[in-house]
């Protein structure tokens, strides 16, 4: 369709069948799940360390280090747990 109106043409039947054949969203969907489970993930690991580090100033008397460690590490962190997240999802769907 973006063809079609970059052209400012009719397209060829061949071409628009082809690209509204088969075409049902499914993979769309599945991409789109996918990567809400990976975000879930980033963001537990995200929102834990900084829970983490507010337990730490709160029993620590460090000042605002700990915070700040905890949510360093939540953030280094985050790629990998949302790896787990994704894997959890997908042997779930299997």
Known sequence: MAQQYA???Q???E???AL???DDGSS???SSSRLEQFGMGVSVSILLGALLGVAAVASLNFGAVPLFVAL???FLVSPVVGV???QRYERKQA
């Open 7 to 9: 052209s400012g043409g």
């Open 11 to 13: 397209l060829p039947d």
């Open 15 to 17: 071409v628009d069948a």
């Open 20 to 22: 509204t054949d088969g």
């Open 28 to 30: 769309h969907s599945d």
């Open 72 to 74: 360093g590490l939540g």
């Open 84 to 86: 787990l997240f994704l």
